[in-house]
């Protein structure tokens, strides 16, 4: 496992030519925003064997956990809580010294300025990969 990106609150994206993502960017700038700062995502190993599915549905039996797969079809693991260092205004108290995870995230990355979801699948509840394992024919068991 390996920690995901952690996007960081900062200023607008650039204008892209492309008309349709500029009037999504307009709708989703980072004014107001603060969601980069509100999870911590890791890498998971694709799941091949009946422990990794049974984990992930041990996962995804707790409050604020997902599980989704992306677009560069790795799966991660993300836990919705935010930073302790954001404040009620939404800004980073400790600017200067935020980890090298937050100086390197690229704002094009930030989903609010694509029109793209970051998640190819999501599974929220372990009913939906229940779901998703009997789709695949996979058995749980
Ligand atoms: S989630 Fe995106 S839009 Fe929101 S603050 Fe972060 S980079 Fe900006
Ligand atoms: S350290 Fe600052 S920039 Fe990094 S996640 Fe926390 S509030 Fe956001």
Same mark, same amino acid.
């Given at each position: 496992?390996?920690?995901?990106?952690?996007?960081?609150?900062?200023?607008?994206? *650039?204008?892209?030519? $492309?008309?349709?993502?500029? /009037?999504?960017?307009?709708?989703?700038?980072?004014?107001?925003?603060? +969601?980069?700062?509100?999870?911590?995502?890791? +890498?998971? $190993?694709?799941?091949?064997?009946? =422990?990794?599915?049974?984990?992930?549905?041990?996962?995804?039996? *707790?409050?604020?956990?997902?599980?989704?797969?992306?677009?560069?079809?790795?799966?991660?693991?993300?836990?919705?809580?935010?930073?302790? /260092?954001?404040?009620?205004?939404?800004?980073?108290? $400790?600017?200067?010294?935020?980890?090298?995870?937050?100086?390197?995230?690229?704002?094009? $990355?930030?989903?609010?300025?694509?029109?793209?979801?970051?998640?190819?699948?999501?599974? =929220?509840?372990?009913?939906?990969?229940?779901?998703?394992?009997?789709?695949?024919?996979?058995?749980?068991?």
């Amino acid at each position: 496992m390996r920690r995901s990106a952690v996007r960081i609150r900062s200023g607008p994206h *650039h204008p892209s030519k $492309d008309v349709l993502i500029l /009037e999504k960017m307009k709708k989703r700038n980072c004014s107001g925003c603060d +969601e980069c700062c509100r999870y911590v995502a890791i +890498e998971l $190993d694709k799941p091949t064997d009946q =422990t990794d599915r049974q984990n992930i549905i041990w996962f995804l039996k *707790h409050k604020n956990v997902k599980v989704y797969i992306g677009f560069d079809n790795k799966w991660y693991l993300e836990f919705s809580t935010p930073c302790k /260092e954001l404040d009620r205004k939404g800004w980073c108290k $400790d600017y200067d010294n935020r980890p090298q995870i937050c100086r390197e995230y690229d704002q094009k $990355d930030c989903t609010g300025h694509s029109l793209s979801s970051a998640e190819k699948v999501c599974f =929220t509840d372990s009913k939906e990969f229940k779901k998703y394992l009997e789709k695949k024919k996979i058995k749980l068991s």
